[in-house]
């Protein structure tokens, strides 16, 4: 008599496990689902928030990449006198103003595209010095004269930059 107590106990116990863990699988399936959704429903509000900043910074150096191009440069920036080295270093002076006014917009984009806007940067003020530095430059006029003439053999280094910088916009709009 003892043993049909047991399997009546087990006929009434098991259905009732089984049961009981699918409705623990359900429950756990349905909490998991629910806190992926508020995770990707808070990240999407953030990406909403995020996305006009990044667009801004993307925006202004895009303006630092052409206020620093060469050409546009030579043009909004005249000699103070003949001496070139003088012009040299105002030259200088105003990219580096300008990127300390944009140091902070790497914070919004990646890393390849700071790297790519600081390289162009650092080649441009290269470019001016080894410019500076020809035998045949004797004043700030023909510095400048050098420094577009270069720039009509190849692409300018703030050209390039501007291309990535465009190519990662459009990646994040994407």
């Not at 990449?65 to 003949?82: F, Q, T």
């Not at 012009?87 to 990127?99: F, M, T």
């Not at 890393?111 to 530095?133: G, S």
Request: aromatic residues 8%; proline residues 2%; glycine residues 2%.
């Amino acid at each position: 008599m003892n043993s049909d107590k047991i399997l009546e106990l087990a006929f009434y116990t098991l259905p009732a496990l089984i049961t009981g863990g699918v409705a623990y699988y359900l429950f756990q399936s349905y909490f998991s689902d629910q806190q992926n959704t508020r995770r990707w429903l808070i990240q999407k509000e953030n990406q909403k928030q995020s996305l006009p900043l990044r667009l801004q910074a993307y925006e202004r150096l895009a303006l630092f990449l052409e206020r620093i191009s060469p050409a546009k440069l030579l043009i909004r920036v005249a000699p103070l006198n003949d001496d070139k080295l003088d012009y040299q270093n105002l030259l200088i002076h105003h990219i580096e103003q300008e990127y300390e006014h944009n140091l902070t917009q790497q914070i919004y984009i990646t890393d390849q595209c700071w790297t790519m806007v600081l390289t162009a940067k650092n080649t441009i003020i290269q470019n001016i010095r080894k410019t500076t530095l020809d035998a045949t430059v004797t004043n700030a006029d023909q510095l400048r004269e050098k420094i577009l003439s270069s720039m009509l053999d190849g692409q300018s280094a703030s050209t390039l930059a501007l291309s990535y910088l465009k190519s990662e916009v459009t990646d994040v709009l994407g």
